[in-house]
């Protein structure tokens, strides 16, 4: 199981992946409620948060990597879905809220200090309407990564052995 999830060489068939990636699913929620329970102002958490997260993206890195291989893929599918999520991210902030974000500090000089009440307010307007619409950021967050295990996840191997 360790060369599934900590080595990037070889490949992976259909079930094998399906295999990793519920593995990996049960131990980012077991990561996530480790922190739930630590809370978030704790030092521990901190720690954690720095070791496990680097350490949950490379475990996703080799299980995706090895089943691109055995697709015949290049592993740069992966690197290219991570930036298609940033995109995503950026349209989500920019599409809920965040251009006008932008827009309330751009009318600021750079040296000029702006009123904390009226920073404050332009926060809180924004945090709202991110509030408001997560009925739709949520889902729209999940589309590249469910899009992309699906398909790793049905696609025939290369060499159709599986």
């Keep these: 199981m360790h060369a599934l999830f900590l080595k990037t060489k070889g490949a992976i068939n259909r079930q094998t992946f399906w295999l990793g990636f519920v ?10 409620q480790l922190l739930r329970t630590l809370g978030p102002v704790n030092m521990m958490s901190f720690w954690i948060s720095i070791i ?3 350490l949950i993206i490379y475990m996703i890195y080799c299980v995706y990597g ?20 940033f995109l ?5 902030m920019l599409t809920f809220g965040g251009a006008e974000y932008f827009s309330e500090f751009a009318q600021y000089d750079r040296k000029e200090d702006i009123d ?23 889902p729209a967050m999940l589309l590249v990564p469910v899009a992309l295990t699906l398909w790793l996840g049905l696609a025939q191997s290369k060499n159709g052995t599986d």
């Design 116 to 138: 904390p009440q009226q920073q404050q307010i332009i926060i809180e307007t924004y945090q709202a309407r991110q509030a408001a619409n997560m009925h739709l950021i949520r």
């Design 88 to 92: 995503m991210i950026i349209a989500l």
């Design 52 to 54: 496990g997260l680097p």
């Design 23 to 32: 593995s990996l699913a049960l131990f980012v929620s077991a990561f996530n």
């Design 66 to 85: 090895k089943r691109l291989t055995d697709m015949g893929r290049s592993r740069w599918v992966f690197t290219g879905a991570i930036a298609l999520q």
